[in-house]
């Protein structure tokens, strides 16, 4: 089956950039979708088709996909910003996330 | 933009059938897709299956066999059926609409999502 995989954890500073990556086998082949979650609350779409804003989202948060590797970028990263990440994609018409990464803002 | 809310028992017991059902508030459930996804304690994201609006439904093979995903478009309701459940079932469950790109022919993404619901399977 096809996975996703995501680092488990990431700091950064607040101001600086933050870049969360998500691989798998073809990934660039794929769309893939970004997804915040803060405790006690849904997920919340952050990117889709790899590098488009869902609705509400700030312009600091962008993404790419090439090659195995699809990236959350949040640039200016602000205290607001910590929560986990989840990958997503479509694979064989099932949906696949990846094991979320959270990021710590210190 | 859609509103969804989930509603079902909260507690179900060992081997029985876990059933939720998801209230949209939305013009037409028509031409969309609609998810269950689920989030165990501390753990990911797991993505259940789905529901078109014509009833054509597809789920997750690691779930196969003990689901079902239903639609009622006159009430704007879809539901989940899982049966056969374990203390491995027990999760938040979330109700979510799925994205579907005309241009590329292709399932994206999921938005926006229910609030969810806790399941807890336990005798």
């Known amino acids: 089956s096809y996975e996703l995989t995501q680092p488990p954890s990431l700091s950064v500073s607040p101001g600086q950039t933050a870049s969360i990556p998500c691989s798998g086998d073809?990934?660039?082949?794929?769309?893939a979708c970004w997804y915040q979650q803060k405790p006690g609350q849904s997920p919340v779409l952050v990117i889709y088709?790899?590098?488009k804003r869902s609705s509400g989202i700030p312009e600091r948060f962008s993404g790419s996909n090439s090659g195995i590797t699809a990236t959350l970028t949040i640039s200016g990263t602000q205290a607001l910003d910590e929560a986990l990440y989840y990958c997503q994609a479509w694979d064989s018409n099932t949906a696949v996330f990846g094991g979320g990464t959270k990021l710590t803002v210190l | 933009q859609e509103h969804l809310q989930e509603s079902g028992p909260g507690l179900v017991k060992p081997s029985e059938t876990l059933s939720l059902t998801c209230s949209v508030s939305?013009?037409?459930?028509?031409?969309?897709?609609w998810s269950w996804i689920r989030q165990p304690p501390g753990k990911g994201l797991e993505w259940i299956g789905y529901?078109?609006?014509?009833?054509?439904?597809n789920y997750n093979p690691t779930l196969k066999g003990r689901v079902k995903i239903s639609v009622d478009t006159s009430n704007n309701k879809f539901s989940l059926r899982l049966t056969s459940v374990t203390a491995a079932d027990t999760a938040v469950y979330y109700c979510?609409?799925?994205?579907?790109?005309?241009?590329?022919?292709?399932?994206?993404?999921?938005?926006?999502w229910g609030p969810g619901i806790r399941v807890i399977v336990s005798s």
């Open positions: 939305t013009d037409s459930m028509k031409n969309k897709y």
């Open positions: 979510v609409r799925t994205g579907y790109d005309y241009v590329w022919g292709a399932l994206s993404w999921f938005d926006p």
């Open positions: 529901v078109y609006f014509n009833g054509t439904t």
């Open positions: 088709e790899d590098n």
């Open positions: 073809k990934l660039g082949d794929k769309f």
